[in-house]
C-alpha cells in the first residue's frame, strides 16, 4: 500500500469518526454545559411559567423555532466540531513542545472544546447565550 493511498484511508477514517460524532451529538440534542452562571435559581411557579412558555410544542411558532434549531445546528456544529478538533490538535502539539506543559496545553484545549456544540430554542429567543468558544480556565464565569 503507497503512502499517499494510507493518508487516503486514514483520513477518510477520521472524517468518518467525527462524522459519526457529531451526527450523534445532535440526534442526542444534548449540549455541553461549560458555563455555571447559565444556570439560575427561581422558585417553582418562575419556572413553571417559563417552562409552560418555551415548551408550547403545538404552537406554529415552536414548529418553526425547533425546525430553525436543527437547520442551524447542522452548519455550527459542524464549524463546533472542526475548531475543538483542531483546538485538541494545536493543544496537544503545544504540551509536545512544551516538554509536557499541561497548563499551556489546558489553557488552548477547555476554550476550543468547551461551549455550546448545539443551537437550542433559548439561544434564538434570546434566553441563553450561545458561545462557540468556551470559557478560558482563567477567567471568571459571568
Not at 37 to 49: A, F
Not at 50 to 56: H, I, K
Not at 68 to 78: E, M, R, V
Not at 108 to 129: A, C, F, N, R
Amino acid at each position: 500500500m503507497s503512502t499517499n493511498r494510507f493518508l487516503r484511508v486514514q483520513a477518510a477514517r477520521v472524517l468518518l469518526v467525527a462524522a459519526t460524532f457529531c451526527t450523534l451529538l445532535i440526534v442526542a440534542g444534548e449540549s455541553v454545559q461549560a458555563h455555571g452562571g447559565d444556570i439560575s435559581e427561581t422558585s417553582p411557579s418562575q419556572s413553571q411559567s417559563s417552562l409552560s412558555r418555551s415548551s408550547n410544542l403545538s404552537s406554529p411558532e415552536a414548529a418553526g423555532i425547533q425546525a430553525a434549531c436543527w437547520a442551524l445546528t447542522i452548519p455550527y456544529g459542524a464549524a463546533k466540531m472542526a475548531y475543538a478538533i483542531g483546538g485538541g490538535i494545536v493543544g496537544s502539539l503545544a504540551w509536545a513542545i512544551t516538554g509536557g506543559n499541561m497548563e499551556v496545553a489546558k489553557s488552548i484545549w477547555i476554550p476550543s472544546m468547551t461551549g455550546d456544540y448545539i443551537v437550542q430554542p433559548q439561544h434564538l429567543t434570546g434566553e441563553k447565550h450561545l458561545y462557540f468558544v468556551g470559557a478560558s480556565s482563567e477567567a471568571p464565569l459571568l
